[in-house]
Antibody
Framework: EVQVLESGGGLVQPGGSLTLSCAAS????????MNWVRQAPGKGLEWVAN????????YYVDSVKGRFTISRDNAKNSLYLQMNSLRVEDTAVYYC?????????WGQGTLVTVSS | VMTQSPLSLPVTPGEPASISCRSS???????????LDWFLQKPGQSPQLLIY???NRASGVPDRFSGSGSGTDFTLKISRVEAEDVGVYYC?????????FGPGTKVDIK
């Protein structure tokens, strides 16, 4: 059974930092592109970042470049998102998504709230 | 930029439904694939993959769902809507990062 479990969300003040983690099981993690996708309250989906299976390349949406860092540990089947200089507009549910062309495995999401 | 229409779609069970997605750039790769996916987010759930590469149903997706199109214009069709199909449908371009989702089309029962 495929399981994708995010953790690390919470309340943080503007300018603060937070690290999200994602633990994956039930699929061959090392073969999958891993992504973070977020959804602000009541809004649509926004792709945030992804990382190649071997970690050799990382991509980000412009609004988080220089502030967020995606990384993975294939030995632990885990994905991370280091978020710095957080802004109110970063408030969202953050989903971890494992992706190959024909499949996409989503977690249940973790809520990040940036507020003073 | 990805656009979808309509943004709201009331449907009658048993009737067909169609959602359009348009990209500001061609999603046709030199390998012949269109890098366009469709996702459905049911109420209170995480999104799920319905269609990949424009026209391929993901595993477990009922055959009442079909995707078509090429280049910049794509369509998701439901041949006979069922009550369990309500939710928000998103198209997403995956040609090269950063990837972009459409604004979503909310489908509900009339």
């Amino acid at each position: 059974e495929v399981q994708v479990l995010e953790s690390g969300g919470g309340l943080v003040q503007p300018g603060g930092s937070l690290t999200l983690s994602c633990a994956a099981s039930g699929f061959t993690f090392i073969n999958y592109y891993m992504n973070w996708v977020r959804q602000a309250p009541g809004k649509g989906l926004e792709w945030v970042a992804n990382i190649k299976p071997d970690g050799s390349a990382k991509y980000y949406v412009d609004s988080v470049k220089g502030r967020f860092t995606i990384s993975r540990d294939n030995a632990k089947n885990s994905l991370y998102l280091q978020m710095n200089s957080l802004r109110v507009e970063d408030t969202a549910v953050y989903y971890c998504v494992g992706r190959v062309t024909a499949a996409a495995y989503w977690g249940q999401g973790t809520l990040v709230t940036v507020s003073s | 930029v990805m656009t979808q229409s309509p943004l709201s779609l009331p449907v009658t069970p048993g009737e067909p439904a169609s959602i359009s997605c348009r990209s500001s750039q061609s999603l046709l790769h030199s390998n012949g694939n269109n890098y366009l996916d469709w996702f459905l987010q049911k109420p209170g759930q995480s999104p799920q993959l319905l269609i990949y590469l424009g026209s391929n149903r993901a595993s477990g997706v009922p055959d009442r769902f079909s995707g078509s199109g090429s280049g910049t214009d794509f369509t998701l069709k439901i041949s006979r809507v069922e009550a369990e199909d309500v939710g928000v449908y998103y198209c997403m371009e995956g040609l090269q990062p950063p990837f972009t989702f459409g604004p979503g089309t909310k489908v509900d029962i009339k």
